[in-house]
């Protein structure tokens, strides 16, 4: 279950996809590798997707139609927290965190069902009970070398490309957010196992209002307007993470 509080590389290749559609895309075979996915739409229980299918993402609600052509998350300072650890603290040398990824790293959300691997990593065995990590509003003086890669994140971290009833939107966030999840029940790492760890997505609700009978046009929720706020939190409660060996986007273990 997550609990959201404050906080705050490189895009997705896409020999990342090639890789999660490889029959290897199974329960992480190799000792002490984690690998990271991506997903925004469950498959059936009795359906195992090997990757997500990538293409567009409807979103209907009351009258309202949301198209989405393309979602871009900048994150940054991946970490797990060991069981019985201390809380991951970058100024502390010897707190019990395992980073994944420093960031800032370009993300693009797969639109379809299931999990898309992102990267793996070797990780020292040991049991792990949080995830943390930052939606991250990248600055030139501090991310020189990502804003060369990526120049139209400059003081944007969350891009979205689509149509709204139509009409064509680009919804853009400055969005600085840190986010804790935990991993329920722990994953284990050992010397012959790995994990698999989804980060979930719900696209669905970034949109919607207040009153869960419509949709929010996008362009009223860029950066002064109307709809920031709202837009803001519906995407702060919408990210969750969980174990996923099988990448069908869904808890392995049972959990929302």
């Known amino acids: 279950m997550s609990s959201p509080i404050r906080f705050a590389g490189a ?10 559609c490889s029959s ?20 059936g229980a009795a359906v195992r997707a090997a990757a997500a299918v990538a293409g567009t993402e409807v979103i209907g609600l009351g009258n309202d139609t949301i198209v989405l052509s393309q979602v871009q998350l900048v994150l ?21 965190c395992e ?15 299931g999990a898309a691997r992102s990267f793996t990593v070797a990780l020292d065995t ?8 930052e939606i ?6 501090h991310d020189g070398a990502f804003l060369a890669l990526h120049p139209d994140f400059d003081g944007v971290s969350i891009m ?8 064509a939107f680009t919804y853009t966030s400055d969005l600085d957010v840190e986010q804790e999840h935990e991993l329920s029940p722990p994953i284990s790492v050992t010397e012959t196992t790995g994990a698999n760890l989804t980060l979930f997505v719900d696209l669905a609700s970034w949109f919607a209002n207040a009153g ?25 409660a919408s990210l969750n993470a969980f174990e996923d060996d099988n990448h069908d986007g869904h808890d392995d273990h049972g959990g929302n």
């Open 160 to 167: 979205v490309t689509g149509t709204y009833n139509g009409t």
């Open 126 to 133: 040991g049991s792990y009970s949080k995830i943390k990590f």
């Open 24 to 43: 290897s895309n199974g329960p992480s075979s190799a000792g002490r590798q984690v690998a990271f996915q991506l997903a925004t739409k469950p498959v």
């Open 11 to 20: 895009a997705l290749l896409a020999v990342a996809a090639l890789a999660a």
């Open 76 to 96: 940054r300072r991946i970490e797990l927290e060991r069981t019985g650890g201390t809380v991951c603290d970058s100024l502390i040398s010897d707190d019990d």
């Open 136 to 141: 991250h509003r990248p600055e030139s003086n």
């Open 212 to 236: 869960n009978t419509g949709l929010i046009d996008p362009q009223t929720a860029n950066n002064g307007g109307a709809a920031e706020g709202e837009v803001k939190s519906n995407i702060e």
């Open 99 to 113: 980073e994944l990824k420093a960031g800032p790293i370009l993300l693009d959300l797969p639109l379809g069902a």
